[in-house]
């Protein structure tokens, strides 16, 4: 157990329809990073949020949004699925620039 | 911007044999460098990561890997694998002022008996 709690497991959803994907970060990391990895993509870093503010922003499609709550928990939303969006969404966090420490990913499929 | 390649997609490798992973990174700086394994189905997981100082590093599992800034390079190593070690390896960049890695395509590895 990595420390990173990321649910659900798997998801298989439509096209058209709208998901949330949602992330528990290690005790006392602040940082939270969410990857996309897909078999012709690679891992794509789509966003990071700091104590609750956007960081950076990666190669985030306008159909997804992320979040950071108080808690530190972090929520990805993907709406309006597509066939393509069908991959594994990996949840990082880190305490500092030192290396992240991953979640065991949410297998996404669009159907 | 930081980038990492991998310049080899697959290697296949006996039980028993050595193994070297290459990885070559492009950043202006001091890079942070990790390496990271993911086994199919699962999230990847920390091997090893140099930030600074001795420029050979060891890492869990028997893996350790060599800085070479001349070469830009960050090459994986490990004496002798073992079956379980088959899964897809990542080399990744990152920076003391950025929170943001970057991963490279990675290379998977199998290992024949």
């Known amino acids: 157990d990595s420390g990173v709690t990321q649910t659900p497991k798997h998801l298989i959803t439509a096209t058209g329809q709208r998901v949330t994907l949602r992330c528990s970060p290690r005790?006392?990391?602040?940082?939270v990073y969410w990857y996309q990895q897909s078999l012709d993509q690679g891992l794509q870093f789509l966003i990071q949020?700091?104590?609750?503010?956007?960081?950076a922003k990666g190669n985030i499609l306008e159909r997804f949004s992320a979040q950071q709550f108080p808690d530190l928990h972090s929520e990805l939303n993907l709406s309006s699925l597509e066939l393509g969006d069908s991959a594994l969404y990996f949840c990082a966090s880190s305490v500092d620039t030192r290396g992240y420490t991953f979640g065991s990913g949410t297998r996404l499929t669009v159907v | 911007a930081q980038s990492v390649t991998q310049p080899d997609i697959h290697i296949t490798v006996s039980e028993g044999a050595s193994l070297e992973l290459r990885c070559n990174y492009s950043y202006g700086a001091t890079p942070y460098l990790f390496w990271y394994v993911q086994s199919p189905g699962q999230g990847l997981q920390l091997l090893l990561k140099?930030?600074?100082?001795?420029?050979l590093v060891q890492g869990i599992k028997g893996f350790e890997a060599e800085f070479k800034r001349s070469q830009s390079s960050f090459n994986l190593r490990k004496p002798s694998v073992h079956w379980s070690d088959a899964a897809e390896y990542f080399c990744a960049v990152g920076a003391s002022n950025d929170y943001k890695l970057s991963f490279g395509a990675g290379t998977t590895v199998t290992v024949r008996a």
């Open positions: 140099y930030f600074s100082g001795d420029t």
């Open positions: 949020y700091y104590n609750g503010e956007e960081r």
């Open positions: 005790s006392g990391d602040l940082s």
